[in-house]
């Protein structure tokens, strides 16, 4: 059997890491760590689809099953071990919905998954302390839809110098930020209230930033720290495991989220 870090992959952006600038580090970070560990993937680029998650949870079972047909044997035919995705949605939907038209051909991985199968084989050097205290915010896709909640707490745990606090509500009890499942366009001032309660939650903690491992729950979620001006910061998974390869510059986690705020 082939080890991790020897499979070729297809990373599978999305489409909110792909087109929203307040969450494109997630994606860029996900491709540096990748090149910087010489993995062997590849994207499509402006030929990847939308997984289409959003059309199945509100109802649009017919061009769900369309699209997914699409995708499934558009990423079949690539002759890939493993596809990998940053997103909670995208992972639920290709792990999970895609069996409903047939299902892939590869291992279905969310980038926690593959970052902590990694550390576990000793391919990856999280050589530089990231002094920092985090919570983490469980998303509803990879958490109570698809039962994934130990990898990012296994891959936190391996950064030097992250000091971890749980909120009160995790796992399959934690509370939604309400950006995801079509909520946010539909129901935005919901979302922003919801949203401002996780924040809340994290403010417990004493935690200074708050991890996700969801660029739609990245999304939402600061909206509610900005709604309610909170000190508490937002950033991806792979921010932290960025700086901590040295891939990142080492100034504090927290100040790309901070200069985020400020753009229009």
Do not use: W
Request: charge should be neutral; hydrophobic fraction near 35%.
């Amino acid at each position: 059997m082939k080890a991790y870090a020897d499979k070729k992959y297809l990373y599978y952006v999305g489409c909110t890491a792909s087109f929203d600038v307040n969450v494109k580090e997630v994606g860029i970070n996900t491709v540096n760590i990748l090149n910087a560990l010489g993995v062997d993937f590849g994207i499509l680029g402006n030929r990847e689809k939308c997984c289409g998650s959003v059309l199945l949870r509100i109802g649009e079972y017919g061009e769900f099953e369309r699209l997914a047909r699409d995708n499934v044997e558009a990423f079949n035919a690539l002759g890939v071990d493993a596809l990998v995705t940053s997103c909670a949605g995208c992972f639920r939907t290709l792990s999970v919905d895609y069996r409903k038209v047939g299902g892939l051909s590869m291992e279905v991985l969310h980038t926690s998954q593959l970052l902590a199968r990694l550390i576990g084989e000793g391919r990856i050097e999280l050589k530089h302390e990231v002094p920092v205290t985090v919570t983490y915010h469980d998303p509803c896709h990879m958490g109570r839809h698809s039962n994934v909640y130990d990898t990012p707490r296994q891959v936190l745990s391996a950064i030097p110098g992250v000091t971890f606090r749980e909120m009160d509500r995790v796992r399959e009890f934690s509370r939604c930020c309400g950006a995801g499942g079509g909520l946010k366009a539909g129901f935005p001032d919901v979302q922003n209230l919801m949203a401002q309660q996780r924040i809340r939650d994290a403010e417990k903690t004493g935690a200074s930033l708050l991890v996700s491992t969801c660029p739609f729950c990245y999304q939402g979620l600061q909206i509610g720290k900005n709604a309610i001006e909170s000190p508490v910061a937002v950033c991806d998974l792979t921010t932290l495991v960025a700086r901590s390869m040295g891939i990142l510059g080492q100034e504090h986690p927290e100040a790309g989220a901070r200069d985020k705020e400020k753009r229009p």
